[in-house]
């Protein structure tokens, strides 16, 4: 990351904004300074975009609990605020790898599948079945702890994701879903995750301690998974690793 001088911060704003804008349905304006390596920096500001999505998130959380005092309708409410906010970005990424990898199995016919816009089978049943656990889960709990849930779930699961950016080369064969950054420092993805900080409180040592040890071993597993079937990542890949991670951060909390 540059210093932090005037120029640099102006640059380092202007990066923000183009994450919030391909994370999101947020307009945002448009960079008269745009070049290719600022693509290469919105990554490390994935989980700052994802604090945002989740503040107004657990916001209408509140604001539907507080109208209709009925936790499963509040949830489902506030999870329409969030597909509409991000045009179900990253659930589009897991009906796609959920196609993928279940109707293909040659490394080329999961990639072409993928690149498929129309949903199958096994897209159709990934993406009810996580939205069915996230309603189940964030319904199950205090409002309280849901509100801290899905503050936490929207931080870390896009931290985790981009974790992949690091260590795995980005597969070509796709269309809409390439990420916009395809390599992260480690000294990047450390500096990304700084919002979780603002976070700590959300959730018990005893809780974090578990996320910890589940989350590692989803990132660990499912990139041997994406290694093996092939041979890196995607950027559908990438969204569900951030889907899965998400509804294991709310199962955590359940517990």
Not at 116 to 134: C, E, P, Q, W
Not at 156 to 168: E, N, Q
Request: with cysteine; charged share 15%.
């Amino acid at each position: 990351m540059p210093p932090f001088d005037k120029a640099s911060l102006r640059r380092e704003w202007q990066i923000f904004l183009l994450a919030l804008g391909f994370l999101s349905r947020i307009p945002v304006p448009q960079d008269p300074d745009f070049s290719p390596e600022k693509l290469d920096g919105t990554a490390r500001y994935f989980p700052l975009v994802g604090l945002l999505i989740g503040g107004v998130t657990a916001i209408a959380l509140l604001v539907f609990f507080a109208l209709f005092n009925n936790p499963l309708l509040a949830v489902l409410l506030s999870m329409a605020v969030g597909l509409l906010l991000t045009g179900a970005f990253h659930e589009d990424g897991l009906a796609d790898s959920a196609d993928g990898f279940g109707g293909g199995w040659r490394r080329d016919d999961v990639l072409r599948i993928m690149k498929d816009s129309r949903i199958g089978s096994y897209g159709t049943a990934a993406l009810f079945m996580v939205l069915a656990i996230k309603a189940a889960s964030l319904s199950a709990i205090p409002i309280a702890q849901a509100v801290g849930g899905i503050l936490i779930a929207q931080v870390v699961s896009r931290w985790l994701a981009i974790s992949f950016l690091i260590d795995m080369p980005y597969v070509s064969g796709e269309g809409k879903s390439k990420p916009l950054a395809t390599a992260l420092s480690l000294r990047d993805w450390l500096l990304a995750g700084l919002p979780v900080l603002l976070l700590l409180g959300c959730a018990q040592a005893s809780q974090w301690l578990l996320l910890l040890l589940i989350l590692g071993g989803f990132r660990l597993g499912f990139g041997r998974y994406l290694s093996r079937r092939i041979q890196g990542y995607t950027g559908d890949a990438l969204g569900a690793a951030q889907q899965l991670s998400e509804i294991l951060i709310y199962l955590v909390i359940l517990l």
